[in-house]
């Protein structure tokens, strides 16, 4: 059986060792707010723009993480389809990682991604309920956003935190794909 997922605890023993490569798959702002010490940052949409580059740097032995594993899930998934072998999901994301009592750099504090979702997705739904009183049609707005919630609970994608995630809130002021792909070689 293939080992897809690492707990906190055995991720712990071999940071301690050296013996592993953390890569964080959020966006630069979230990696920002908080990582894992020694992690490397390349978001999943670089990811899924350069899939092969990053399965040539990336090896065996990464450990993906992003806040719940979700993310993670979906870059492995990514890397074992360009020939690498996927690595390991961090079990619980980084969530997980600080319940179990385990540190994490903190740098400037943002909103994670799916809080962000969810603003956004509550405001236009509550907004065009409560304008549909004056426009009928606007109900439909809110029904749209309700299937695309339901969409992406049934398909573990999210379109509208794809689009987020592109916004300059959410890519911090040196985001830079390349380097971030190429910092995988450096390590």
Known sequence: MIVTTISAPKLS???ASGSVRIVDVRTPAEYETAHIAGSLNVPLDVMQE???DVAERVGGDAVLVCRTGQR????RRLLAGAGNDGGVVLDGGLSGWETGGFDVERGH???ELERQVRLVAGSVVLGSVLGSVAVPRLKWLAAAIGGGLTFAALS???AMASALSRLPY????DYDPEALVAALSAS
């Open 13 to 15: 023993e071999r940071l």
């Open 50 to 52: 350069r899939t092969r």
């Open 72 to 75: 993670a899930e979906r870059a």
């Open 109 to 111: 504090r943002r909103w």
């Open 156 to 158: 573990d994608t999210c």
């Open 170 to 173: 959410n890519r911090g002021a």
